[in-house]
C-alpha cells in the first residue's frame, strides 16, 4: 500500500480507475484496523455527489472505517504553479497532513498534482 491507504501505483497502474481501487482494498480484513487503515482519495473537482456516495458506500461494506476525500481540481493548481498571488489559501491534503500549495516546493507541488491526475 502507499499514501494513507491506497493500493501503489505500481500494483495497478497509474491509469486505475476508482473502482479498481476499491476492488484491491476488498480482500483485506479492515475490521481488524479501525482507525489506522486510512483511504485517501482524491476525486475531481467535478465529481458528482451520486458517485460520492457509492464511493462511502462501498467503502463502509467491506469494513473500512476512515476515508478521507479530496476534491481537487487540477486547472486550479497549474494556476497556483503559474500564479501563485491568485492561490494563497489553496490547501493540499499529502498523506495524512495538509499544507498550503503555493508554500510547498515546486517537487512536492509536482508531486501532488501528478497524483491527482485523473484519466
Not at 21 to 39: D, K, N
Not at 69 to 74: E, G
Amino acid at each position: 500500500m502507499s499514501p494513507g491507504m491506497g493500493p501503489s501505483l505500481l500494483a495497478l497502474s497509474d491509469r486505475c480507475d476508482l473502482g479498481q481501487v476499491l476492488a484491491a482494498i476488498e480482500p483485506l480484513e479492515l475490521e481488524g484496523y479501525p482507525v489506522v487503515a486510512v483511504l485517501d482519495l482524491k476525486l475531481p473537482a467535478d465529481s458528482r455527489g451520486e458517485h460520492i456516495e457509492a464511493v462511502i458506500e462501498r467503502f463502509l461494506a467491506v469494513g473500512g472505517s476512515v476515508l478521507q476525500l479530496n476534491v481537487v481540481d487540477q486547472r486550479v493548481m497549474a494556476e497556483a504553479v503559474e500564479h501563485p498571488e491568485l492561490h494563497p489559501d489553496l490547501i493540499v491534503r499529502i498523506s495524512g497532513y495538509s499544507a498550503y500549495f503555493t508554500k510547498l516546493p515546486p517537487s512536492v507541488q509536482a508531486e501532488v498534482m501528478a497524483r491527482t491526475q485523473v484519466g
